[in-house]
């Protein structure tokens, strides 16, 4: 799945910070080489891996020397296999080695994302299912994690605490019943914004259905009972699972018949992907 990355601001934010963090005042090993030394690099993919990041990797290289040349032969959202060259860097060594680490912080972090969300996209192939992301997404980085968990081929749940209602049990408790927490999402919030209710068995789903809720989240059910949910619901409103979905039990929940299921390792327990850069022995200056 293709699609558009963060407002260009956002990236440029995200690689400020991270240069700030890595580089500080200045790259002192980097002064060992000669000022005018120019260096040709590739970065070459270790692995099987979903590709995503390419936009923080020449924002990282383009704010240290806007003359440093990447040549990019896969695009994010594309498949690299073990050994594959992902791209090709032309420029002053001393930007390019000061550059290296956070580059490839982002392109290794969000290409993780991407390829643990394209995992879970090919397990439940053909059953017509949509695997959402959560907000368990590491701290600055959600824009950019939501745009990997796209090109692995998943989908967005909300970014944030502004854009949906999302009511979980807390919000419950407070409210005193799902149905009155209910009533007042409603009455607060007009039709662009979408309303979700996080029940916890058959009968709080049977009261939110009877609330009017048109978006369920179901908390940690067994299979047995998201098949009921699914039957009983019958298509009033959409469903989505959540709790105790992993790789391998991802396709047997989808079977049952919901609409979503949100996965919060998508985002939070991916493991970066093993790329490497390497300078060529042709180093002038």
């Known amino acids: 799945m293709k699609t558009s990355p963060p407002p260009l601001e956002s990236i440029r934010e995200d690689v400020e910070r991270a240069l700030r963090e890595d580089v500080g005042g200045g790259d002192l090993t980097a ?37 440093i040349r990447i040549d990019w032969a896969v695009a994010d959202g594309d498949e ?36 643990l969300a394209a995992r879970y996209a090919k397990a439940v192939a053909g059953l017509g299912v949509r695997i959402l992301d959560t907000r368990k997404t590491l701290p600055g980085l959600r824009l950019a994690q939501k745009y990997a968990v796209a090109c692995g081929g998943c989908h967005n749940h909300r970014i944030g605490l502004f854009d949906a209602v999302l009511i979980k049990e807390n919000h419950i408790a407070a409210a005193g019943s799902i149905t009155a927490a209910l009533e007042r999402a409603f009455g607060e919030f007009g039709a662009g914004i979408e309303i979700e209710v996080e029940v916890e068995n058959l009968d709080e789903l049977r009261e939110a259905l009877t609330a009017g809720a048109k978006r369920i989240l179901l908390d940690n059910f067994t299979l047995e009972g998201l098949r009921e949910a699914v039957r009983l619901n019958g298509g009033k409103a959409r469903l989505e699972a959540s709790g105790g979905v992993s790789l391998e039990t991802v396709r047997a929940i989808a079977e049952t018949g919901v609409d979503d299921i949100s996965v919060g390792g998508i985002t939070k327990d991916l493991t970066a992907v093993d790329l490497s850069m390497r300078f060529l022995l042709d180093v002038v200056g």
């Open 80 to 115: 690299a296999a073990p050994d594959q060259i992902l791209c090709r860097l032309s420029g002053n060594s001393r930007a390019l080695l000061t550059g290296e680490r956070s580059a490839l912080n982002f392109l290794q972090t969000l290409s993780g994302t991407a390829t």
């Open 31 to 67: 002064c060992l080489l000669a000022a005018d030394a120019r260096s040709e690099v590739r970065v070459v993919c270790r692995q099987w891996a979903v590709i995503c990041g390419s936009a923080w990797f020449d924002e990282v290289f383009h704010r240290l020397d806007p003359g």
